[in-house]
């Protein structure tokens, strides 16, 4: 079985510009969560999504988009990049709603901002 | 505000010996899930063990068992037998959210770096 796959593994981008990372969950997880691990710290939360509706949200700006599909992949949207914004960007997918069990994490995306 | 601690940002270990890596945790929540997961260079998070709230014995999955101190609230991650591929970060980690509706973020500790010498 397919584990989380997340694109692309690897992205440079400017100050300003906007990036779309993508996340394809572990067949039949339905939840999907969006965390950004910076540079020697823990992942932080950023959001969650269950049977296509949001669920949570971390202590983020607006710049922070994302949203889940039928087939209950996800895209997650940062605009008006900033230095600050470059970080592992990590996916995870629960089968609910991650209460009972933790998550399966894909290998990230490398988000680099110049 | 729930939040999870660890004091041992590195560690050094001789191959084949023991490690215990500290979590201390706060939470209001009766029911909570605690987890460890390993964090290799190439960066992903892989599950090692979880342990439930509720659960009256302490979680073991091969090399690794959870040391589950409630009234302490301590969950140290003990492993047995240490290997040269064991050399990664490790995290400590809570389960959030009251509900199957609700939000079940995971709150992450800052994380220890274990590095085992040959």
């Known amino acids: 079985d397919a584990g989380v796959t997340q694109s692309p593994t690897h992205l440079i981008k400017t100050r300003g510009q906007q990036v779309t990372l993508r996340c394809s969950p572990i067949?039949?997880?339905?939840?999907v969560s969006w965390y950004q691990q910076v540079l020697g710290q823990g992942p932080q939360f950023i959001f969650q999504?269950?049977?296509?509706?949001?669920?949570g949200r971390g202590n983020f700006p607006d710049r922070f988009s994302a949203r889940q599909f039928p087939n209950y992949s996800s895209e997650l949207n940062v605009n008006a990049l900033l230095l600050g914004d470059s970080a592992l960007y990590l996916c995870?997918?629960?089968?609910?709603?991650?209460?009972?069990?933790?998550?399966?994490f894909g290998s990230g995306t490398r988000l680099t901002v110049v | 505000a729930q939040k999870i601690t660890q004091t041992q940002p590195g560690m050094f270990v001789q191959e084949k010996e023991a490690v215990t890596l500290d979590c201390t945790y706060d939470?209001?929540?009766?029911?909570?899930?605690l987890f460890w997961y390993k964090q290799p260079s190439s960066g992903e998070m892989i599950f090692l063990i979880y342990?439930?709230?509720?659960?009256?014995q302490n979680a073991t999955e091969g090399r690794y068992s959870l040391n589950f101190q409630k009234a302490r609230k301590s969950a140290n991650l003990v492993i047995s037998a240490s290997q040269l591929g064991d050399s990664a970060m490790y995290f400590c980690?809570?389960?959030?959210?009251?509900?199957?509706?609700?939000?079940?973020?995971?709150?992450f500790g800052s994380g220890t770096r274990l590095s085992i010498r040959p």
């Open positions: 995870a997918s629960s089968p609910t709603g991650g209460r009972n069990y933790g998550y399966t």
């Open positions: 067949s039949g997880h339905k939840s």
């Open positions: 999504y269950y049977e296509k509706e949001e669920r």
């Open positions: 939470t209001s929540d009766q029911s909570y899930g």
């Open positions: 342990q439930g709230s509720y659960d009256e």
């Open positions: 980690a809570m389960r959030e959210g009251k509900g199957y509706s609700s939000a079940s973020k995971i709150i």
